[in-house]
Nanobody
Framework: QVQLVESGGGLVQAGGSLRLSCAASGRTFSNYALAWYRQAPGKQREWVAT???????DYADSVKGRFTISRDNAKNTVFLQMSSLKPEDSAVYYC???????????????WGQGTQVTVSS
């Protein structure tokens, strides 16, 4: 039984920082690219950042230069360091496989509970 447990969210003032963690269990993800996604109220889920199995990274333009994704394959964990946070970064953040089609084909569209990030102005 695969589980993805996101943590580290909270309430922070604009300009502040947070570090999110996502611990995976039930399956090893070291050979897969992993990503962070986010969903704000009333909006569709959007991609935030990706890290490949060998550590290459990519970011949405809206977070480039402010967020850093990393992973610890030994611990089956992926991280998202968020800095210079803006109110528009407020959302529930989720980790999962990349590309998103693998979430359906491998995990049967399983998503963890996410972690809430709220940035006040």
């Amino acid at each position: 039984q695969v589980q993805l447990v996101e943590s580290g969210g909270g309430l922070v003032q604009a300009g502040g920082s947070l570090r999110l963690s996502c611990a995976a269990s039930g399956r090893t993800f070291s050979n897969y690219a992993l990503a962070w996604y986010r969903q704000a109220p009333g909006k569709q889920r959007e991609w935030v950042a990706t890290i490949t199995s060998d550590g290459n990274t990519d970011y949405a333009d809206s977070v480039k230069g402010r967020f850093t994704i990393s992973r610890d394959n030994a611990k089956n964990t992926v991280f998202l360091q968020m800095s210079s946070l803006k109110p528009e970064d407020s959302a529930v953040y989720y980790c999962n496989l990349w590309p998103i089609k693998l979430v359906v084909t491998i995990l049967r569209n399983y998503w963890g509970q996410g972690t809430q990030v709220t940035v006040s102005s």
